[in-house]
């Protein structure tokens, strides 16, 4: 069935890094969700994309979505430790009348202060 | 606008008895979603209620149901308990469910843990 990747499981960065996590599937992708999920909470939206090479920003986030829409990937510019959390991409699988949305595996992110 | 809530918060059970969670939408929305999150599977989905309809399932067992009430709240069942059962079970809405209301909210959760 449909599944998605991301690569890494773990990272550690200290505060001011960048960050960086991949999403990666073998098949094209309808559309990519990227979620956050702070420790102990649980996921937050952050955004869709839907269009071949589409890139948005969110403050210091910056989400992209590959050429082929068989990957995507978020990075955060200069981490802060409000960045600590995991990182989910997702696939809302497009049915005729409703939407199932299969989530990656998610990349924790921990942020040395 | 008030978020998605749901109770109990944390519950713990004992294996073979069954446990209902239930979930409160955000005002408005009328679909459902039920997730399990383990450290080993991650977020799986579990099903999708609109308008008291089951629309959509994951590959659970049967032990795992659900429904959805007029007022659109959902409650989720688990019979006969085993300890893989122990998981952060999550609920989230949408206004319909469909391409055009695709940002789903979630709820904090119910932890179950199950020995």
């Known amino acids: 069935g449909q599944q998605v990747m991301q690569i890494p499981q773990y990272q550690h960065v200290q505060e001011g890094e960048d960050f960086t996590t991949y999403c990666n599937s073998s098949t094209t992708l309808s559309n990519i969700q990227w979620y956050k999920q702070r420790p102990g909470g649980h996921p937050v939206f952050l955004i869709q994309?839907?269009?071949?090479?589409e890139v948005k920003k969110q403050k210091r986030l910056t989400f992209q979505f590959g050429e082929a829409k068989k990957n995507s990937s978020l990075h955060i510019t200069a981490t802060q430790t409000t960045d600590v959390g995991t990182y989910f991409c997702?696939?809302?699988?497009?049915?005729?009348?409703?939407?199932?949305?299969?989530f990656g595996p998610g990349t924790s992110l921990s942020v040395i202060p | 606008k008030a978020g998605v809530t749901q109770t109990p918060r944390y519950l713990i059970k004992t294996r073979g008895q069954q446990v209902t969670l239930s979930c409160s939408p955000i005002s408005g929305h009328r679909s459902v979603s039920w997730y399990q999150q383990t450290p080993g599977q991650g977020l799986q989905f579990l099903f999708e209620y609109f308008s008291e309809t089951q629309r959509n399932k994951g590959n659970f067992p049967g032990r795992f149901s659900g429904r959805q009430f007029s007022n659109s709240r959902s409650e989720m069942n688990v019979s006969t308990l085993e300890l893989g059962d122990s998981a952060l079970y999550l609920c989230?809405?949408?206004?319909?469910?469909?391409?055009?209301?695709?940002?789903?909210?979630f709820g904090p959760g119910t932890r179950l843990t199950v020995t």
């Open positions: 997702a696939e809302r699988i497009l049915q005729t009348s409703y939407d199932k949305v299969i």
């Open positions: 994309l839907v269009k071949s090479g």
């Open positions: 989230a809405t949408t206004f319909d469910g469909t391409g055009s209301s695709y940002e789903q909210y």
